[in-house]
């Protein structure tokens, strides 16, 4: 049977930053730690919010390498990252974009993974959301579980295995859970347009860093 690793929740939130910046900021990918730190203390589209040091990310760096996830490169003088998820963990991009949305922002509904994934892997429906969470929670050892539904929800939530079995009973009493469950479209599509202008900014960030390193690079 193949053994799932078991990774911190920083672990968890550096891997998902560099699956998701690597489609949202291709540009500016693979990532520095110090835009890769932004990326996993960012105040939204993140569940829960961290503030996590860059001594920290790369410790976590260090310990995803062991599971052949992190790629290295050099960029001038900075040290860059990538991930290698669909190769070390052996899934389609679909299952990995699952996985990272759920590493990111916690338990979620199949319609709200749809959402969410829209810009990892856009689904065409729930149907196949659905269809890609059975597999990984079907597979011989699971990567997600679906969880009961909460009181008056009418969709169950997933998770992901990623960081350990799950407590049900402290999932069924997230307050956060409770929120997001009551969350209507506009809200959702006005945290998608802040989303987008955090990735902006850690994009130009990204570019002022290089600026400044060829700056260095040519004295």
């Not at 949202?24 to 503030?51: E, F, H, W």
């Not at 969410?116 to 079907?138: K, M, Q, T, Y």
Request: with cysteine; aromatic share 4%; proline share 5%.
């Amino acid at each position: 049977m193949t053994m799932l690793p078991i990774f911190s929740p920083l672990e968890a939130r550096v891997l998902g930053v560099l699956i998701e910046k690597e489609k949202t900021v291709p540009d500016t990918y693979p990532l520095s730690v110090n835009t890769l730190t932004l990326g996993c203390n960012q105040k939204t589209a993140r569940d829960p919010i961290m503030s996590a040091s860059e001594s920290e990310v790369l410790e976590a760096l260090d310990s995803l390498k062991s599971h052949a996830l992190i790629i290295e490169s050099s960029g001038g003088r900075v040290m860059r990252y990538a991930h290698n998820s669909r190769r070390a963990f052996k899934l389609p991009e679909q299952s990995v974009a699952l996985l990272a949305v759920l590493m990111l922002r916690g338990p979620q509904t199949a319609g709200e993974l749809r959402l969410n994934c829209d810009r990892l892997h856009p689904f065409g429906d729930i149907s196949s959301v659905e269809a890609f969470l059975n597999e990984l929670a079907e597979a011989e050892t699971p990567w997600v579980v679906k969880l009961p539904k909460l009181p008056g929800s009418r969709e169950h939530r997933w998770t992901h295995l990623l960081c350990g079995e799950v407590d049900i009973d402290a999932q069924q009493t997230s307050p956060h859970s409770a929120q997001s469950r009551g969350q209507s479209d506009e809200i959702a599509a006005l945290r998608a347009d802040v989303t987008r202008l955090d990735e902006e900014v850690a994009m130009l960030r990204a570019m002022i860093e290089k600026i400044e390193q060829s700056l260095v690079v040519s004295r």
